[in-house]
């Protein structure tokens, strides 16, 4: 296990003082490699990451109570461009990029804060990383499919040359073939660039196949953790999250909600 570059410590989130989205819930990511978060909708995995980068309020949410240290730094009272500037990139759900800009004039608003020739190596990165958006530089991303999109998110993301790089559902909505380039280029991105990854996705199968270890995650508190490989053996998850019965025998949708009714952590 590596150095814990992110801790959160019993946080609790409200929306407008009155709804609980997250409630004592802990985890750490390790400096290196990739970390899931699984969960079903509702659970509080996107407020999770919106009170790590600093960006509840524009829905009037806001940590009640807890803490979330990135690199011993208390993050729970910064704005977010100094998060941004500590070294954490959030690629939100939906990628909300500005669509009547070219691809490489988003590219170029998550560089902000670099200098020219900064601007332009990391803009040579995120072709090589990503060739087809090279194609396309001049393309309005409105324009772009799904797949594309998400990857001028990322690569947006990636212009602030972050170290913790926060990705909110990348398959969401995108094609099968799209969704497997994408994860190959956040593995490349993990593994030869050392980026420290959390990845946020309902698609459990394909979240625990990239990462190294896995946190879950229920009516906003953490219900389980452990490395990937563990909790694609653990039964809970295998029954709910992947829809696999004994002997990995799939299940139905039927079985999988009445499995899911039954479950005393989720109560």
């Not at 053996?233 to 039927?254: H, I, Q, T, W």
């Amino acid at each position: 296990m590596g150095k814990q570059m992110l801790e959160v410590e019993n946080l609790q989130v409200v929306y407008n003082n009155a709804i609980e989205a997250v409630r004592n819930a802990s985890l750490s990511v390790s400096a290196g490699g990739i970390t899931a978060l699984l969960g079903a909708n509702g659970a509080g995995k996107t407020t999770l990451l919106k009170a790590i980068s600093g960006v509840l309020y524009p829905e009037d949410g806001k940590i009640r109570d807890g803490v979330i240290r990135f690199e011993g730094c208390d993050l729970t009272t910064l704005a977010p461009d100094d998060i941004v500037r500590l070294g954490i990139a959030h690629v939100p759900e939906g990628r909300k990029l500005f669509i009547e800009l070219t691809v490489e004039e988003n590219l170029i608003v998550g560089g902000h804060t670099a200098n020219r020739a900064d601007i332009a190596r990391r803009l040579e990165e995120i072709y090589d990383l990503f060739p087809q958006l090279k194609d396309r530089r001049a393309v309005l991303s409105g324009y772009l499919s799904g797949g594309e999109q998400q990857m001028v998110a990322i690569g947006r993301a990636l212009m602030a040359n972050p170290r913790l790089l926060m990705l909110d559902e990348p398959s969401l909505g995108i094609a099968p073939l799209m969704a497997e380039t994408i994860y190959a280029a956040v593995a490349r991105l993990s593994g030869e660039g050392g980026l420290t990854v959390l990845l946020v996705e309902q698609n459990a199968s394909l979240a625990l196949d990239a990462s190294r270890n896995a946190f879950v995650l229920e009516n906003g508190r953490v219900v389980l953790d452990g490395t990937s490989d563990e909790l694609k053996r653990n039964e809970d998850v295998c029954e709910f999250y992947l829809g696999l019965g004994a002997k990995g025998v799939r299940r139905s949708m039927r079985d999988v909600k009445h499995y899911k009714r039954r479950k005393r952590w989720l109560s």
